[in-house]
């Protein structure tokens, strides 16, 4: 697959040596970025409060893009250009940014990404070590794995949201591997009986359900048509099924759910 089919981009600052760098702000603790660590959406009411941090320019110049410990701050008319493009798992969280002599500037947004996608070719970038969390050191290039990208980008073309109102609950159809669009069966699923396989712990868990987390659904038979007794996969086959299991887990799944799941389980 090209490369230039995913239509992302890195957005960084220019070499302005006067751009001040950030840090929070202590004096004001409600108001700490740890929210950047746990790829959750925050609470729209939050706002976070940052200061200068050394060595501060002479004269510092507060452009568009300013640097949170490699976390992009933006400015709001960065803000107001986003905000016209759909972005998945995003949202930008208001900042207060105050200089040293007290000056406060209140146009400035935080970017939140909270998911996060293994999509970097380990064996042809080049970097200097991966932490145990999964951090990246002293990258000088970066390559993606365009397989794996093209898995989930073709899982997001090709889910959709239904509303279980038996189980007062939201599940997502996300099918990674299929052949067939799931645009093409929306009208076929709509007020139909579905067969549907789901794990088990994320049906009873309270956090999934809900129109913002909703049940992830890997497996779907339809009727063949219209109440027809005779149902089939849209997966084609076991094997398809498994693939798109596979993917979920390793690329889509919450790493801290992942860890919960499976940190107990040993390799036989």
């Not at 759909?86 to 990404?113: C, H, M, R």
């Not at 659904?217 to 798109?244: A, C, F, G, V």
């Amino acid at each position: 697959m090209n490369t230039k089919e995913f239509d992302y981009y890195l957005i960084e600052s220019d070499e302005n040596y006067l751009s001040p760098l950030l840090m929070n702000d202590d004096d004001v603790e409600s108001g700490a970025t740890a929210f950047l660590r746990r790829y959750k959406p925050i609470d729209e009411n939050i706002v976070t409060h940052l200061v200068f941090n050394p060595p501060i320019p002479p004269k510092p110049d507060m452009t568009d893009y300013l640097n949170l410990n490699c976390r992009a701050v933006f400015s709001t008319k960065i803000r107001d250009v986003l905000k016209e493009i759909s972005i998945k798992d995003f949202q930008l969280v208001p900042a207060i940014v105050k200089d040293p002599k007290g000056n406060e500037y209140s146009d400035y947004w935080i970017a939140n990404t909270y998911r996060k996608y293994a999509f970097l070719d380990k064996d042809k970038s080049e970097y200097g070590s991966i932490t145990s969390k999964g951090s990246w050191s002293m990258i000088k290039k970066m390559v993606v794995d365009e397989e794996r990208m093209s898995k989930v980008l073709l899982a997001d073309r090709n889910q959709f949201t239904i509303f279980d109102g038996n189980r007062n609950k939201y599940f997502r159809i996300l099918l990674i591997s299929s052949y067939e669009s799931m645009k093409n069966h929306r009208d076929d699923i709509k007020n139909t009986l579905v067969k549907v396989r789901v794990y088990q712990s994320q049906l009873n868990d309270p956090n999934y359900g809900t129109r913002e987390s909703p049940i992830p659904i890997l497996y779907l038979e339809i009727p063949k048509y219209k109440n027809s007794p005779t149902y089939w996969m849209i997966e084609k086959t076991p094997e398809k099924y498994r693939e798109t299991v596979y993917y979920y887990l390793a690329y889509i799944m919450p790493k801290d759910e992942f860890k919960q799941r499976f940190s107990n389980r040993t390799n036989n």
